[in-house]
């Protein structure tokens, strides 16, 4: 019997511009297809280490299966690793159609003074879009205008840190250190808010709200549950929030 085709994994080469890598990046994601069944065929639990979540993300070429909006961003950054130059962090989308709640995830992506993003989604300009955006506001303003297509109205943006170059990092990753109500905001309100935030980004200056390196805990001797404690009322409110 024939084998189904298996697209090979980009690899990146010296010649490659950024751009150009990103693009075939986001060609290979397309060539695993979104998934339409249904049926998750990856867990993907938001709150474990990068590196576990990079071994989910090396199992995904491996099985060459159709992935989602959150697969996406998880092979995104595991198949940016290595890449200083690009720097990567979660955009999470709540949106409101026909009485309904919809969630989204993209990969936002920030190199060489430009936005851009990588992901997965039902919609061809509701995933990628080309590193061409001045600001982190333009590209969440052109997230929201690609909305407005599908009569879709953004209630809340969610902007994660950015994301460690580290695949053996056991720091989680931050999903949302900013979020915004963009619903009850003006454009000038959710701009300033949001450049704010990303010049905080680029200076590093920025801390995650959950424990930022548990090596450093261990190593005092302390024990880690008072923070996991602390985390769980947000994990809580993660599951209502979907629902």
């Known amino acids: 019997c024939v084998q189904p085709s298996v697209p090979p994994v980009p690899n990146y080469k ?50 060459s299966l159709p992935i989602k909006c959150l697969e996406a961003v998880i092979l995104g950054i595991y198949l940016t690793n290595g890449q200083p130059s690009v720097e990567r962090f979660p955009i999470s989308f709540k949106t409101h159609f026909s009485g309904n709640y919809f969630h989204h995830v993209v990969l936002g992506i920030y190199c060489n003074g430009r936005y851009g993003s990588l ?29 407005k297509k599908y009569l879709h109205s953004v209630k809340k943006v969610k902007i994660g840190l950015y994301v460690p170059h580290e695949p053996h990092s056991f ?30 980004m680029r200076m590093k200056i920025l801390k995650p709200s959950s424990a930022h390196s548990p090596m450093k805990e261990r190593s005092r ?7 996991r404690r602390q985390a769980s009322p947000q994990r809580r409110a993660c599951k209502r929030d979907k629902s």
């Open 171 to 200: 720091q989680p990753i931050e999903w949302k250190q900013l979020v915004l109500n963009v619903s009850k905001m003006t454009r000038t309100e959710v701009r300033k808010e949001l450049e704010k935030f990303a010049r905080d």
């Open 119 to 147: 992901g997965m989604s039902r919609r061809s300009d509701l995933m990628d879009k080309p590193l061409t955006y001045r600001t982190l506001s333009d590209l969440i303003f052109e997230f929201e205008d690609s909305y």
């Open 14 to 63: 010296l010649s490659m511009s950024i751009p150009e890598w990103l693009q075939a990046i986001q060609n290979y994601m397309k060539m695993l297809q979104y998934n339409h069944t249904g049926t998750q065929f990856f867990e993907i639990r938001k709150s474990r280490p990068l590196s576990g979540l990079m071994e989910t993300a090396k199992e995904m070429t491996r099985e």
């Open 221 to 227: 001797g302390k024990s880690l549950s008072p923070r």
